[in-house]
Nanobody
């Protein structure tokens, strides 16, 4: 089992910045993709940003140019730098990690961290 611990959420005003972090620990085989999802009240969970083990990134269109995902493979951590926050970014943000062993993919989720943006 892999445990994910998130940190860095909070309440900020529009235009502000936050940095979310997620640390993976436990029985890790080979972490492949690491990513961040978010879920606003009454909405479905959506992928915000993801990064492969090789550093390739992808972002949902609404956050391009404002969010930056990065990872430290040696520390099994992933970060999400969020700049120029908008009220529509308000959501619970979840860290997601895909661990691979012998061709099996194991999908893990963090507990979620709240990001609230006020106007």
């Amino acid at each position: 089992q892999v445990q994910l611990v998130e940190s860095g959420g909070g309440s900020v005003q529009a235009g502000g910045s936050l940095r979310l972090s997620c640390a993976a620990s436990g029985r890790i085989f080979s972490i492949n993709t690491m990513g961040w999802y978010r879920q606003a009240p009454g909405e479905q969970r959506e992928l915000v940003a993801a990064i492969s083990s090789g550093g390739n990134t992808n972002y949902v269109d609404s956050v391009k140019g404002r969010f930056t995902i990065s990872r430290d493979n040696a520390k099994n951590t992933v970060h999400l730098q969020i700049n120029n926050l908008k009220t529509e970014d308000t959501a619970v943000y979840y860290c997601n990690v895909v661990d691979i062993n012998l061709g099996w993919r194991y999908n893990y989720w963090g507990q979620g961290t709240q990001v609230t943006v006020s106007s």
